[in-house]
Structure formats: structure tokens, C-alpha cells
């Protein structure tokens, strides 16, 4: 089954929107998919994401259509839109040639959120140059887009909704939680090997205990969201917390792996090859230090 139909069958039973008092089964619901298939959750959690979006922005959501989420910005390449036409190139759009509509960011004017229909002539994909085998099933591209019109109902929200809304920074949990479940991942594969020296069994107890830390997190997360969902600020530094915890929690994983298990699954093994490959890729969705700098300053202005 492609992984287009696979999400259309989650549609039947998708998950609680986020800080409506179900957000630790929304976010095991990520977690449970990125265990399963990362190409899967890098597309699913995008879907869930901008339902959730057009909910918290009270704008319709097409129905039986797939949605991406194509906020990234890259130097010189960017949209803008001047009065009903689209135009410029978006980077790191994944599920292009595949889903049916985009969230799609734009820096001018004003940083506005257009809900497009990617069904119309205009539009161009390159996938030449995404180089890496990891997330090939994803078809990330960069998209042209020539001349696109738009309507006022495209427009999703005020501008300067996307960054604004209270509901970002709750969103930011749902690719954590595909992190942590792209590294379990990675452990139930070591918990079915036989190896038992000691030094393997010391790292996959690690692993093991990495697992159990990433899953609690997960659900206090999903459980302080829906304690104060409307908390802007709460909801950043409680992201960025999240965010920074599970990413050392799965690089550890990854580090493990290797050290205890050696280059044989890495070479030899086509699954996990492409699991480690693209854990280790999703995990740069992260920004790292630059994060790490924003919650060290929210922090210090919480103490004083």
C-alpha cells in the first residue's frame, strides 16, 4: 500500500486535536507511526498538523483531500504574493506530485498562511536536487510556483497567524513525538537480535531506558497542553524543552546502535539502513543550538 493510501485509511479514525484534552493520544498517535514507517510520519504528522491549523483558524478543511505543511524558508527562495498572484519557490516540500493541497507560508506581505490546491497548472517540481536516499518515498521537492492565483477564502487566518497562534508551539510536539518513535523503532529491531556479550547488553539497556524516558516525556507534554493550551509562552519553552529532551534521547539511540551492533545492520540491512539514515536526517528538523539559545533566553527571563 503507498503511503497516500495509507493515510487516507487513518482518516477514518484520525487523532484528537491538539490541547482539546486528548493530546497524549495524539501525540502516542504520531509516535505509534513514526515507530512503524518514518516516510510515513514525516507525511501524516504534516497532514495532522494542518488540520489542526485550519482548525485553530476556524477555515474548512477540503474533505477526503491529504495536506501538506510547507513553512520552510531558505535563503532567495521565497513566495510572494502580490495582490491575487503567487509567485517564488518554496523549498522542502514534501509530499509534492503526491498530496492534494499545501499550507504553504509566505514571507510577503506580512507572513501569511494560503491554503493551495496543488491540482492546477503553475506549479513546478524538482526533485534533482534532494540527493539523499533517505525520504526518497516522501517526493521532498522544490516548487515553483508561477503566477498562482488566490482567493481570499485561500487565506488562512490574519497575517502573522501561523507564527502567532498559541497552537504552534503545541504543534511543534507532533514531529518530536515521529523523532522518539522513529528511534523505537530502531529499539524493537535490537530487542529481537540474539547478541548477548556483554557490552551489547549494557547499550541496549540504554536503549531500552532511552525508550521509556521518550515515552513519559511524550505523555507529561501531551498532558501539560491540555492543562493550559492557550499559554503562548508557556507552550514555546515547553516545545523547546521537548524538542531539545527527545532529540538527545534518540541520538543516543542512534549512537548506541551502532557502537553495540557494528556496521553489519547499517550495510547489510536494507530497513534499518533507511530508518537510521532517516532518524538521523529528521532529527536536523531540530534547530539544534539555535533552540537551545531561544530556550536559554526564555529561561533566564522566566527566573528573573
Not at 18 to 27: C, S, V
Not at 136 to 151: G, K, W
Not at 223 to 229: F, K, N, Y
Not at 287 to 293: M, N, T
Request: net charge negative; with cysteine; charged share 25%.
Amino acid at each position: 500500500m503507498s503511503l497516500i493510501n495509507e493515510i487516507r485509511e487513518m482518516m477514518a479514525c484520525p487523532p484528537p486535536l491538539p490541547g482539546h484534552g486528548r493530546t497524549p493520544d495524539r501525540l502516542r498517535f504520531l509516535f505509534e507511526i513514526g515507530r512503524r514507517n518514518l516516510s510515513l510520519a514525516r507525511l501524516a504528522e504534516a497532514h495532522w498538523d494542518a488540520v489542526a491549523i485550519l482548525a485553530e483558524a476556524g477555515h474548512k478543511v477540503a474533505p477526503n483531500k491529504i495536506y501538506g505543511v510547507w513553512a520552510a524558508e531558505a535563503p532567495g527562495r521565497s513566495l510572494h504574493l502580490c495582490g491575487d498572484t503567487l509567485s517564488g519557490k518554496k523549498a522542502f516540500c514534501s509530499g509534492a506530485g503526491m498530496i492534494d493541497r499545501a499550507l504553504v507560508t509566505v514571507v510577503r506581505p506580512e507572513h501569511q498562511l494560503i491554503d493551495v490546491d496543488l491540482d492546477q497548472a503553475g506549479l513546478e517540481f524538482d526533485r534533482s536536487e534532494w540527493h539523499t536516499r533517505a525520504f526518497h518515498e516522501t517526493s521532498t521537492c522544490t516548487v515553483t510556483f508561477n503566477a498562482i492565483r488566490i482567493c481570499n477564502d485561500d487565506l488562512v487566518g490574519p497575517a502573522g497567524f501561523y507564527l502567532g497562534r498559541p497552537g504552534f508551539w503545541n504543534g511543534a510536539c507532533g514531529p518530536a513525538a515521529c523523532w522518539a518513535g522513529g528511534a523505537a523503532g530502531l529499539v524493537d529491531w535490537a530487542a529481537n537480535e540474539t547478541r548477548s556479550d556483554p557490552h551489547t547488553l549494557a547499550h541496549f539497556g540504554a536503549m531500552r531506558a532511552d525508550l521509556w524516558a521518550l515515552k513519559n516525556l511524550l505523555d507529561a507534554a501531551g498532558t501539560a497542553i491540555d492543562r493550559c493550551p492557550m499559554d503562548g509562552l508557556g507552550a514555546q519553552i515547553r516545545a523547546l524543552r521537548v524538542r531539545h529532551l527527545v532529540e538527545l534521547h534518540a541520538t543516543d539511540i542512534l549512537r548506541r546502535l551502532a557502537r553495540a551492533y557494528g556496521p553489519h545492520p547499517l550495510a547489510f540491512d536494507e530497513a534499518v539502513a533507511t530508518r537510521y539514515q532517516e532518524l538521523d536526517l529528521y532529527l536536523r528538523q531540530s534547530h539544534a543550538e539555535r533552540d537551545l539559545q531561544a530556550l536559554g533566553e526564555l529561561e533566564r527571563n522566566q527566573t528573573v
